[in-house]
């Protein structure tokens, strides 16, 4: 039995930070940082029959063409992450009467739609990246028995191409789900992996007033190749929510709309136009995803 300061619940039997029951989660679920981009989905909807919100994690269940979909802002950082992504699996595979897991488990399908800064000069702001798979240089799924799920090589190359100084901790390379990627792939979509930081600052190679330990951080990130695939963007939540899905038996995808381009200094005249063509998209390709 998972005790009571392990699975906190609401006197109303909701679970403690995402004020949802298991009744009010659908099977697919959207991810947005930004507590505000909720209704910029759900404004597609056809009924939106669930809202609630506690803190930044805003939550909304409704119907897209039929198809019932969850929408859900985890705030910022990786550490939101583990909140959201351990509560959403317990809204689904937990009896919270017997708080023992469920012999049946079910399997989320989990499409981040976030934002997000491009590393390399051929990836325009105001286009989209599919995170093949999350490089995660935050340590927050360092806490989880996760070798099983790393890709090891590419960690290893990635360590050894930028001199990574390891009291930062060791980088983690999770891959996202197969069978979504090829799913939500189309041509005008470039792909690559998605490094997430655990800070916006220094933790990304921004300078304000404080020093960095490595101040060439960037241009190492943009230049690391593996097996043909490069660090196509960075953020600070893909590698989390790869990691946390893998280990608990879940697909997830992330979708970045490519706001800002590092490499080149410049940032989308409308990103506001980059981030809705992203959500509408994002609609379309899981009304087609399957039937429940």
């Not at 939550?59 to 979909?69: A, S």
């Amino acid at each position: 039995m998972i005790k009571a300061s392990e699975l906190i619940l609401n006197p109303d039997g909701s679970v403690y930070h995402l004020n949802a029951r298991p009744e009010n989660i659908a099977q697919d679920i959207i991810f947005v940082g930004d507590q505000d981009r909720v209704e910029k989905i759900t404004q597609y909807f056809d009924t939106v029959t669930f809202r609630t919100q506690k803190r930044e994690f805003k939550t909304q269940t409704g119907t897209y063409k039929g198809k019932e979909l969850t929408v859900i802002s985890t705030g910022i950082g990786p550490d939101n992450i583990d909140i959201v992504m351990n509560e959403l699996d317990a809204l689904h595979n937990i009896d919270f009467e017997t708080r023992k897991p469920k012999k049946e488990l079910t399997k989320l399908h989990i499409i981040r739609v976030g934002t997000s800064g491009s590393l390399q000069k051929n990836i325009p702001v105001d286009s989209i990246v599919i995170s093949t798979a999350g490089l995660g240089m935050d340590n927050m799924l360092r806490s989880y028995k996760m070798e099983d799920v790393c890709n090891m090589k590419m960690e290893d190359a990635f360590i050894k191409h930028t001199q990574w100084n390891l009291d930062k901790g060791r980088p983690y390379v999770i891959e996202c789900s197969e069978m979504l990627k090829k799913h939500f792939d189309s041509e005008d979509i470039h792909k690559g992996i998605t490094a997430t930081s655990g800070g916006f600052y220094g933790p990304q190679g921004r300078v304000l007033r404080l020093q960095l330990e490595d101040d060439k951080l960037n241009d190492t990130l943009s230049s690391f190749e593996f097996k043909k695939q490069k660090l196509t963007n960075l953020e600070m939540e893909t590698a989390a929510i790869y990691g946390l899905s893998s280990l608990l038996g879940h697909d997830a995808l992330s979708m970045n709309a490519i706001v800002a381009n590092r490499a080149n200094g410049t940032f989308s005249e409308d990103p506001y136009k980059a981030i809705d063509s992203l959500i509408q998209y994002t609609l379309e390709k899981l009304v087609s995803l399957y039937n429940h």
